[in-house]
């Protein structure tokens, strides 16, 4: 694969990155980027990886990737299903006593169905004695104790929690930590050397990890990061260069298997609930993605499901405006390549398209399909805020994606279907 470092320049794709996300040259903020198709790869950098210091962010760099971890983990916990040494669907109530009176699954765990508490983790300063899983559970840090507080199977409830249950069943049954299993697993056999669940950081890969927010200012000067005793939660350590690459594979074993069984894969990438599966949304029916909120951290990936596309973006600024603004960024890059991917449509049926549609999709509210300056725009209801338009890209036959959203239009003979799961027909 060839990979190119895009210079620090205004624009990349279009998008004026520094200026999106504030990026205050030599000593503020900084941003680690990168995008794939499988056979080359673009990185962009910019800023500083370390707050108030001249630490200019390299394709090297280690961020913290939050929840980007809970995918992570699933596949390396695949990969012993896949060798016969765990069932995701196995009760395993009896590896985990203490913390589950009812019989326990792993598919139930990582699909945020199970009806645990503890959303996420604040994360401890870098110098903070060790914590076990245990000692996490057992609400003995920041975090109250594990509790299920709600029936199993019968809802969707995101749970930190239970991810880090899930670690602790793992742990238990195969013998190693995570950072053993997912070392041997996933980063020999990719080739990865720069992503790990390094909780604590190890000494050798503190000289080029990036500081979370202001930490290095407010904590501790030496290793402005948090330490995160809930690993498959919240303790990947990564960079949007390898995290691609993870990305690629996970959609070439679902395609086609490759270090995950076919089956496996499709298991892990199709919905439970809520869009949500084996610890991944699964949006528009054929794009994977995660995100990932870490104190002073913030991480978007995702990956198509219909060829070989992959995007990451890592940030070390967390606030609430910062994560949907570089969360725009990394799909208007992943659209951007798509589109370019698909190559030249004809366009001679684009006319055809037009016209008002039923509305029988709550996810979008589709009104009418239409053509201005030869592109096509779709105008749908939105509950907030009312009448909407957004452009329609081309991304395969009589297949378009809406610009800035998941939602994927197929036209047929008088009707159009939206993500695989609704038809609608042209009034």
Same mark, same amino acid.
């Given at each position: ?201 190890? &000494? #050798?890969? /503190? $000289?080029? @990890?990036?500081?979370? +927010? *202001? ?7 030496? =290793? ?120 030249? &449509? #004809?366009? /001679? $049926?684009? @006319?055809?398209?037009? +016209? *008002? ?7 979008? =509210? ?62």
């Amino acid at each position: 694969m060839e990979i190119k470092l895009v210079p620090d320049t205004t624009l990349w794709y279009g998008i004026n990155v520094k200026e999106r996300l504030r990026i205050r040259e030599k000593k503020g903020y900084g941003v680690s980027m990168a995008v794939s198709d499988g056979e080359d790869q673009e990185i962009y950098c910019a800023g500083s990886g370390r707050y108030g210091q001249d630490f200019p962010v390299t394709p090297d760099m280690l961020f913290q990737a939050g929840s980007v971890s809970k995918p992570v983990f699933a596949l390396t916990l695949l990969r012993f299903a896949d060798k016969g040494l765990i069932d995701i669907d196995a009760d395993i109530s009896g590896v985990i006593p203490e913390y589950t009176k009812i019989p326990m699954t792993f598919s139930a765990l990582l699909s945020h169905t199970a009806g645990f508490n503890l959303h996420g983790f604040p994360g401890y300063r870098a110098d903070h004695a060790p914590f076990r899983l245990e000692d996490v559970l057992d609400g003995k840090g920041k975090t109250p104790k594990l509790r299920r507080i709600r029936p199993c199977g019968k809802q969707y409830m995101y749970s930190g929690g239970g991810i880090t249950l899930a670690e602790l069943a793992f742990t238990r049954i195969t013998g190693l930590t995570l950072r053993e299993a997912f070392q041997k697993e996933v980063a020999e056999p990719l080739g990865l050397t720069r992503t790990g669940f390094f909780q604590p950081l190890d &000494e #050798d890969l /503190a $000289d080029n @990890a990036a500081f979370g +927010g *202001r930490l290095g200012l407010k904590e501790d000067a030496a =290793r402005g990061w948090h330490y995160y005793p809930e690993h498959a939660a919240a303790g990947l350590w990564s960079t949007p260069t390898e995290l691609v690459k993870i990305g690629l594979v996970l959609s070439k074993s679902y395609r086609e298997g490759g270090l995950l069984k076919q089956e496996t894969a499709r298991r892990m990438l199709t919905p439970v609930m809520d869009n949500y599966g084996l610890c991944v949304h699964r949006f528009r029916g054929d794009i994977g993605y995660h995100d990932g909120w870490n104190e002073g951290f913030l991480t978007t990936w995702m990956f198509s499901l219909r060829e070989n596309l992959s995007v990451a973006v890592m940030f070390n600024r967390s606030t609430e405006e910062m994560d949907w603004k570089q969360s725009y960024i990394a799909i208007e890059l992943f659209q951007t390549v798509e589109e370019a991917m698909a190559g030249e &449509e #004809d366009r /001679a $049926d684009w @006319a055809s398209y037009c +016209g *008002r549609y039923e509305q029988l999709y709550e996810d979008f =509210r589709l009104d009418e399909v239409f053509m201005k300056d030869g592109k096509l725009y779709a105008k749908y209801i939105d509950e907030e805020d009312g009448v909407k338009t957004s452009q329609l890209y081309p991304i395969g036959e009589k297949t378009f994606g809406r610009k800035g959203g998941f939602t994927r239009l197929t036209f047929g003979e008088n009707c159009l279907t939206i993500n695989d799961q609704a038809t609608c027909r042209k009034l």
